[in-house]
């Protein structure tokens, strides 16, 4: 029997979400990035998509669908305190000057993105780098062993 080769999809993304999830995953790895999605962070926050390069840098990426999914958030503020730099990504359709400047901007589909404005980079202070690359990699290795063991019983 074969392992699975995707993670599941666990319901709460639209088709949509998910669309731009994935062009902005295969923009950040042409970049060096690696990424996951939907990462708890410390905060009880979970991030869209949250990318790491070879330097121990990190960004986080809010994924913003539609207009009403922009207006009804407000938590974006919050992961400032989790990451270097932090964008949102959206369709080519969305209004782009509803969007704070503050944060950087990346534009994407399914096939890739573009990032349209860096965000400032902020320095993230060692303690919370560390809680934030832990929290990755803890839930990288997870997900690849459910993939390779979706028998496994749960972690304790």
Known sequence: MAAPTEAPVDGRQSEAALAIARGV?????????????ELQLSSGRRADVVGVNDEGRLLIVEIKSSVADFRADHKWR?????????????????????????AGLIVADSYGGEILREPPTRALPPAARRAVLLRFALAAADRLHRLSDPGAPPES
């Open 78 to 102: 919050d992961y400032a305190a989790h990451c270097d730099r932090f964008y949102f990504a959206v369709a080519v359709d969305m209004p782009l000057d509803i969007l704070p400047d503050e």
């Open 25 to 37: 995953r295969r923009l950040l790895r042409a970049r060096g990035f690696v990424t996951v999605t």
